[in-house]
């Protein structure tokens, strides 16, 4: 059993590190599915676009992610209508199939193999109180004019996608950086300073740009977007079992979240969704996915994700500012999303017209719903600061963890099998939360933003900028 990506098997990948000063149009921080999508929508615009990325390509939550195309997402229409109202129920359903559209058409104009296959999906339940809110969705769905199959616990729909997310990246690299797009990885911003132009700052140089879109999964900085009380951070676990391909994928109606789908010879399987302000004891959630797919074959391979989760279930895709342009918060939906945010990012760095706009605007409507979930947040985001500072050394961390403060620092030493010890500040420099050890996957993850530091210190994901290394 591997603990990584079954998507990142065989990954080869030459990388080009910045290392000199440049000047562009348009900088994109985020080598995702966003990053490399908005690029690819800007080729051949005469415009100099440069792409970074802290890590290498699609090396963060595309490469986690379980590659559905869809737009049968949950109880999503229904939930939208309710909080909202029917016409962004609808108006998002037609984003959805816009997405697919995007993807699909890419894919078969640039001959891109990355074992995509049509398939039926469907949402089900095994809870017969769930029975009736199906029946809405289904009921919504046809009169929004789509086909929806019906079953005793279960609808579905014929026309969504599964594919290979890391290959379909890979692929647009190649096209991209052909059409004289430059692709910086393992190349962190630190900083992003406004001037005459945006000034962003690695550790070594500079990017002067135009304009600067964000794809990196969570913004960095907390103003002007104060995106912490807009949403939360969502874990899942997932595994890659030995299994027959059938051509399918299933996702259930209500968390914790059971999603499934096929693979070649693997059956794709995720579980036990939950906020990371919650449930920390990943050791005990691994074991969960472990021991609930015994029955159903061997686990090749084993990771973990993370979401955003907005408080109106609604993608960001956004300008903040004139020049400064964003997306994220994708509710999972991450394929769909990430391909129709390249677009309407492009649109607007390109001032094109487009009609999704409005829908997805950090300026949109907020119900009383939304405000409600707004407080939810500060109160989840406030409780896990406070806990963990409370208690640093939970109840099912090892012996080989221990806790010390030097020179008036948190420290966290951990010793390995080889009684070698990795000794790490134990406070997320994004905004001073306490991390919480994972011993499952030895990382180092922060309960409140979702930063993620390997064993030694190395900052894998931020919103952090900086890695936790102790320094003597």
């Known amino acids: ?80 209508k309710k909080e909202l109202n029917e016409e962004v129920s609808k108006k998002y359903l037609e984003s959805q199939l816009e997405a697919i559209d995007i993807l699909i058409n890419i894919i078969k104009k640039e001959k891109i193999e990355c074992d995509l296959e049509q398939v039926k999906s469907f949402v089900f339940t095994k809870d017969k109180k769930e029975l009736t809110k199906l029946k809405k969705e289904k009921e919504l769905l046809e009169q929004f004019g789509i086909n929806v199959l019906d079953y005793n616990n279960a609808i579905g729909v014929n026309d969504t996608y599964v594919f290979h997310p890391i290959k379909y990246l890979m692929k647009l690299k190649e096209i991209i950086l052909n059409n004289n797009v430059a692709i910086y990885e393992k190349t962190n911003i630190i900083e992003i300073k406004k001037e005459d132009e945006f000034i962003c700052l690695t550790e070594n140089n500079k990017i002067k740009a135009k304009k600067v879109v964000l794809a990196c999964h969570y913004p960095f900085f907390l103003f002007p977007l104060l995106f912490p009380i807009k949403g939360h951070i969502e874990k899942s676990y997932i595994a890659a079992i030995q299994s027959k391909n059938r051509q399918m994928s299933m996702i259930n109606t209500k968390i914790p979240t059971i999603s499934l789908r096929y693979h070649n010879d693997y059956m794709i399987y995720l579980n036990n969704s939950h906020p990371i302000s919650t449930n920390n004891n990943d050791q005990d959630n691994f074991n969960n996915l472990i021991n609930t797919t015994k029955k159903l074959g061997e686990i090749a391979y084993i990771w973990s994700n993370h979401d955003i989760i907005t408080v109106d279930h609604l993608p960001i895709i956004s300008q903040i500012t004139d020049d400064l342009l964003i997306g994220t918060g994708y509710n999972t939906w991450g394929m769909t999303n990430g391909s129709l945010a390249g677009k309407i990012l492009s649109d607007i760095v390109l001032n094109k017209k487009n009609k999704y706009i409005k829908l997805f605007s950090l300026k949109r409507h907020k119900s009383l719903n939304t405000f409600v979930n707004i407080l939810v947040e500060i109160l989840r985001n406030g409780k896990s600061y406070t806990m963990n500072k409370i208690s640093k050394d939970k109840n099912w961390y090892s012996a080989n963890l221990e806790f010390q403060k030097i020179n008036d620092k948190d420290i966290a030493i951990y010793t390995d099998d080889n009684n070698k010890k990795h000794i790490v500040y134990n406070k997320c420099p994004h905004l001073g939360c306490s991390l919480i050890f994972n011993e499952f996957e030895k990382t180092w993850d922060c309960p409140c933003h979702g930063s993620k530091f390997d064993i030694d210190g190395k900052c894998l994901r931020g919103p952090s900028k900086y890695n936790i290394s102790y320094k003597k």
């Open 1 to 80: 059993m591997q603990k990584q990506s079954i998507w990142l098997k065989d990954f080869k990948n030459n990388v080009t590190v910045l290392d000199k000063d440049i000047d562009c149009d348009v900088l994109i921080i985020g080598a995702g599915i966003t990053g490399l999508s908005t690029a690819y929508h800007l080729l051949n615009n005469n415009l100099k676009v440069v792409v970074v990325d802290k890590d290498e390509i699609g090396n963060d939550v595309t490469a986690r992610t379980t590659g559905k195309i869809t737009y049968l997402q949950e109880l999503i229409y229904t939930r939208l």
